[in-house]
């Protein structure tokens, strides 16, 4: 693999990964691939550089030490994959950046779970003949407004200046440091009860609380309800459109996606953390974060009446 083919392996891509398959076996599996392809390929011609060796002189009764110039392999170059190259150092500007995920969550009225999920141990069964679309849609709003609050607080700035103003209107305000699931967009997609579907927007979210946030609108709605499916559909800047199937694990498809990536990543990422240059630093370690953290999924004192 010559130099040039190890240049397109510096960067960021996405795969798709397939349900039920752990991430770390993903990670694994790709890396697996990448090996086969960089060690299928014909190594570069090692460079040459002159090194002095001390010996005897040939041709010396008294054995003389001399130096002698001759040429000897250089291992500046040698190919040496561990991760992506700079591409790690992109995903630590990502982290930064704290960029928001797009989820698709389905949710089923009617019972409750010990772990939110539907096959978990059920804890509670209720009606739904009450539920409406509207209700759900009113408390859909009442959690984007309280956790859009809670995002203001967290990113820790002074909505008096201008510069934050223009910030809020660009929609690029983010946390100055690690928060609790914050959500920044939801709507429903469908409603045919007892199943629902909501398209959430968010960051620092995880799935267990994805999962309970259809629990906690469940009980919201004067029911219960499980999560049944969780799907992302967006990590930062990149979509499913972006994404590798899994036959794409492979190091051209790899180093492709990665040069058509590259330019895109390069923009977002500056959009995202150039609005924070000069602007205030990140709370100390003893700045209590906690004390306006989102009480639970729906938000700081949130409960909808009915």
Not at 231 to 248: C, H, P, S, V, W
Request: charged share 25%; proline share 7%; net charge positive.
């Amino acid at each position: 693999m010559g130099s040039a083919g190890l240049a397109r392996l510096q960067g960021l891509f996405a795969v798709y990964k397939p349900p039920g398959l752990k991430w770390k076996h993903l990670r694994d599996t790709v890396e697996l691939q990448l090996l086969k392809g960089l060690n299928a390929g014909k190594p570069p011609a090692p460079k040459q550089r002159v090194r002095f060796l001390l010996g005897p002189m040939e041709s010396s009764k008294e054995k003389e030490l001399t130096l002698t110039a001759t040429r000897v392999p250089t291992l500046i170059n040698h190919p040496l994959v561990l991760g992506v190259g700079h591409g790690r150092g992109l995903l630590t500007d990502m982290y930064n950046a704290h960029l928001t995920k797009d989820y698709t969550v389905r949710g089923l009225l009617g019972k409750a779970t010990d772990d939110f999920c539907e096959d978990g141990r059920l804890v509670e069964k209720t009606t739904y003949d009450h539920v409406t679309r509207e209700k759900l849609d009113r408390i859909l709003a009442v959690i984007q407004g309280s956790h859009q609050k809670a995002l203001v607080t967290y990113s820790n700035l002074d909505l008096q200046t201008q510069e934050a103003y223009e910030m809020a209107v660009s929609g690029v305000i983010r946390p100055m440091n690690k928060s609790p699931m914050l959500i920044t967009g939801i709507r429903c997609l469908q409603f045919a009860p007892p199943e629902f579907l909501l398209e959430v927007q968010c960051m620092h979210e995880t799935q267990k609380q994805l999962r309970r946030l259809v629990h906690e609108i469940g009980l919201e709605l004067k029911s219960t309800a499980v999560c049944t499916q969780v799907r992302r559909t967006r990590d930062g800047f990149f979509t499913l459109d972006d994404a590798l199937l899994r036959t794409q694990w492979d190091l051209p498809s790899i180093q492709d996606a990665i040069q058509a990536a590259a330019p895109r990543v390069a923009a977002e990422l500056e959009k995202s953390l150039r609005p924070w240059l000069g602007t205030q630093e990140p709370p100390g370690p003893g700045q209590p974060w906690d004390s306006t953290r989102p009480r639970s999924a729906l938000g700081p004192e949130s409960h909808v009446g009915h």
